[in-house]
């Protein structure tokens, strides 16, 4: 039994047994960036995206959740600024009058609140977003970071190190054969000065939410975007020039880029009508990038359990589990026992995804109970989030999560905790009654009142279960699980114009112990809250993008 296992158990107990070190405070004053910083690299410009109006959410989650369909549509230079922009660049200001604790700090413009189309946990962003390419794209092959705040891409290296990318993914990886891959990494400091060793369950979750955002996006254009998660850490780690054990690389996305075919990593790319594969080239000498992020912060703590766990769940990285590894860890059905309520047809989400991202917020206490939500709109986010489950790649096709649901003012849906049946859509009773009172006295913060909330939204994974069957690493997967149900859950929302807010503050085993989940081996790990918000709030947003 690895040190996972360990750090699960301390993160469901935390709100009975805080974790170390339980006096932190956070010096706000010597934070880090919520970016990384290359003074001396040069900077490229990216261009703008149009977004088609029949790109809607139902069909970002078709292709890109629940049914991957077609694959058919290719990357190029626009459309990777498109995903690149909606998805983590700053697209507007924000200042609306809510229950949040930064509130006075929010008309300031360098604590400015900046929205973007993907959550984040505390707001903080630290996913860097790296681009490496190769000869196929329209720009000098080499590796680049995306630099939100200015939606451009900073050089860091230049020569095509394609190869280096493909031969740390290894056999077997996910995607197609290209020049082009995006490398998604986490600089724990961005996190950890404000959540210590809570940081890696945070920024795991920030993982999820992210590639998530990319797939919805992507399905919705007829693209593709197949993530691995299994990959020598170490090389990639190496060649981005950082040190994984303060910045862990989580993600690789291959993407099927415009123009090319058949093209084999490393090698110049092959026209749309070439014929023929290009020989492998030769495994490539060992390369880094030279340019280093400059922190702000004076003072950089480490902490243990964080920096344990970077380095278990980094010891497997290559270890890529096969197709049916997590059978075993795969949700188990609702129990046939339970009476069931019928949930009606989901109505049509139309519209866009690039609307519904812009358009998404965290509700901060402006839930209004005053104003149910309607059954159809439960049942929209209830699907949803089902069909938002499975994150592709090399994760395999199993459904690792389960859906419960606090309902409390919703029409037509008695008050009650309920299971979430997606084969059947349907709601299987747990316990009836009002929850509003458990759900408020099990929150630990001050930002929301969960009793106005319409219902509130519970994913459940049997963490143990993953851990047991693929290794230390799959808490890693099983945290992007969940990050990716969050992130389909608040666009989801946002298409149907209702409020969303997720949180992490709760006591974990009290949720365990209403939902009856004692041996089930089921761990919920976040709570998601939906419902209408109240009429005519005093709101600020400046659009910038």
């Not at 996913?127 to 705040?149: E, K, L, N, T």
């Not at 490398?183 to 369950?201: D, E, G, R």
């Not at 109505?347 to 104003?371: E, N, Q, Y």
Request: with cysteine; hydrophobic share 40%.
């Amino acid at each position: 039994m690895g040190y996972a296992h360990e750090y699960a158990t301390a993160i469901l107990h935390r709100g009975r047994i805080p974790m170390d070190p339980a006096d932190f405070v956070p010096n706000w004053s010597d934070g880090p960036r919520k970016t990384k910083f290359y003074p001396g690299t040069d900077s490229l410009p990216l261009p703008d995206c149009g977004y088609p109006a029949d790109a809607d959410l139902d069909r970002g989650l078709a292709r890109g959740s629940a049914r991957p369909a077609g694959g058919e549509g290719a990357f190029d230079l626009p459309l990777l600024s498109g995903m690149l922009r909606d998805s983590y660049g700053l697209t507007g200001r924000r200042l609306g009058v809510q229950a949040n604790t930064d509130l006075n700090a929010l008309p300031f413009y360098p604590l400015a609140n900046w929205s973007r189309g993907t959550a984040s946990g505390g707001g903080l962003y630290p996913v860097a977003v790296h681009w490496v390419s190769g000869p196929g794209a329209p720009v000098p092959p080499g590796v680049h970071y995306y630099s939100a705040r200015h939606h451009a891409m900073r050089r860091l290296l230049t020569g095509d190190v394609t190869g280096e990318v493909r031969a740390a993914l290894g056999d077997g990886a996910p995607g197609p054969e290209t020049d082009q891959y995006l490398v998604l990494s986490v600089k724990y400091w961005q996190n950890a000065f404000k959540y210590n060793n809570f940081s890696f369950h945070a920024v795991t979750m920030d993982i999820g939410a992210c590639v998530q955002t990319w797939r919805m996006w992507a399905g919705a254009r007829g693209l593709r975007v197949e993530p691995a998660l299994w990959f020598d850490e170490e090389r990639l780690g190496r060649l981005l020039g950082v040190d994984t054990e303060e910045e862990g690389v989580f993600a690789v996305v291959p993407l099927k880029w415009s123009g090319t075919t058949g093209t084999t990593t490393g090698t110049p790319a092959t026209t749309a009508t070439a014929t023929a594969t290009p020989a492998p080239a030769p495994a490539p000498a060992p390369v880094a990038v030279r340019h280093r992020d400059q922190e702000r912060s004076r003072t950089v703590l480490t902490f243990d359990a964080l920096r344990r766990m970077q380095a278990v769940t980094a010891a497997g990285a290559t270890e890529r589990p096969a197709p049916e590894a997590l059978a075993p860890a795969a949700a188990h059905p609702a129990p046939p026992d339970r009476p069931v309520t019928a949930l009606p047809p989901c109505p049509p989400l139309t519209t866009d995804v690039r609307t519904a991202l812009r358009d998404r917020r965290s509700s901060f206490g402006r839930f209004d109970a005053r104003h149910p939500m309607t059954a159809e709109q439960l049942a929209a986010c209830l699907a949803a989030s089902a069909a938002g489950s499975t994150i592709g790649g090399d994760t395999g096709g199993h459904r690792l999560a389960k859906l419960y649901a606090f309902v409390g003012h919703v029409d037509g849906i008695e008050p009650g905790a309920y299971e979430y049946d997606p084969g059947a859509h349907t709601l299987c009773l747990v316990k009836a009654g009002a929850p509003g009172a458990f759900l408020q006295k099990n929150y630990f913060l001050s930002n929301y009142n969960l009793e106005q909330a319409a219902a509130v939204l519970v994913p459940t994974v049997r963490t143990e279960a993953v851990l047991d069957a693929v290794g230390d690493r799959g808490y890693r997967l099983v945290n992007a699980v969940v990050g990716a149900i969050a992130q389909t859950t608040y666009t989801t929302a946002s298409a149907l114009g209702v409020g969303c807010g997720v949180a992490l503050g709760f006591d974990n085993i009290s949720y365990i112990e209403e939902l009856g989940l004692d041996g089930t081996g089921e761990a919920p790990l976040l709570i998601m809250m939906i419902g209408n918000e109240r009429p005519a709030p005093a709101d600020f947003r400046y659009e910038i993008a």
